[in-house]
């Protein structure tokens, strides 16, 4: 089955320092999605990319589809403490399911 | 707008229970649900998708006669944990697909399930 490979797993910045995470895959995808998770909630809808080469902002967060529908990356700008939690890539596929990467645990040092 | 909500948020119960977990599109109609099972520190993992009028559909080794789901309406979908096992404590978490919207899905709250 499709799989989508995220890394970092894991990232301890300080509080101001950029962040960047990508996603690949095996499979092409016609939408990519980011979400971000909390603990104890479901994740909520950063951003939603639709077309290979996109790029869309959202506030202090950018992300782009790659050119092959492949691919993807997220970047948060001068991160803040409320950044905390965990991003998830995700792929959309044509019957709307949508699989999920394993996810990158954002960590901001005092 | 566009709120899903899920009942009960977390519930516990007794192996061999049976639980019967809620997913509701609060401000517009779903045609479409689906359901996702997140262990700790664990990514979501699709289970199935719920179908308002017609049989749920289950990915590769999820088993259909243990994790029951029901869409009678367009607005609510039922996840059904039958025989509860411990190995069955988890996140539960569904998502709707907007009737109106081009397919775009909206994530519910999350159920946490756990079995003793």
């Known amino acids: 089955g499709q799989q989508l490979n995220q890394s970092p797993q894991s990232m301890f910045i300080q509080e101001g320092e950029d962040v960047s995470m990508n996603c690949t895959s095996s499979?092409?995808?016609?939408?990519w999605l980011w979400y971000k998770q909390e603990p104890g909630e479901g994740p909520v809808l950063l951003i939603a990319l639709y077309k290979a080469g996109e790029l869309t902002s959202n506030g202090r967060l950018t992300a782009q589809f790659g050119i092959t529908r492949k691919d993807s990356f997220l970047n948060i700008s001068a991160s803040i403490p409320s950044d905390v939690g965990i991003y998830f890539c995700?792929?959309?596929?044509?019957?709307?399911?949508?699989?999920f990467g394993k996810g990158t645990r954002l960590h901001i040092l005092p | 707008g566009a709120v899903v909500s899920q009942h009960p948020s977390w519930v516990i119960c007794k192996s061999g229970t049976s639980v019967k977990i809620e997913c509701r599109s609060l401000d517009f109609q779903a045609t479409t649900m689906f359901w996702y099972r997140q262990f700790p520190k664990q990514s979501l993992m699709l289970m199935a998708t719920?179908?308002?009028?017609?049989?749920?559909?289950?990915e590769q080794g999820v088993e259909k006669d243990k994790f029951l789901i029901n869409h009678a309406s367009l607005t609510l979908s039922t996840l059904t944990v039958t025989s509860a096992h411990p190995e069955d404590s988890s996140f539960y978490i569904c998502?709707?697909?907007?009737?109106?919207?081009?397919?775009?899905?909206?994530f519910g709250p999350g159920t946490r399930l756990t079995v003793t």
């Open positions: 995700a792929g959309q596929l044509r019957d709307d399911k949508i699989i």
């Open positions: 719920s179908n308002e009028g017609s049989k749920a559909t289950y």
């Open positions: 499979s092409i995808f016609n939408t």
């Open positions: 998502s709707a697909r907007h009737l109106g919207k081009s397919g775009e899905q909206y």
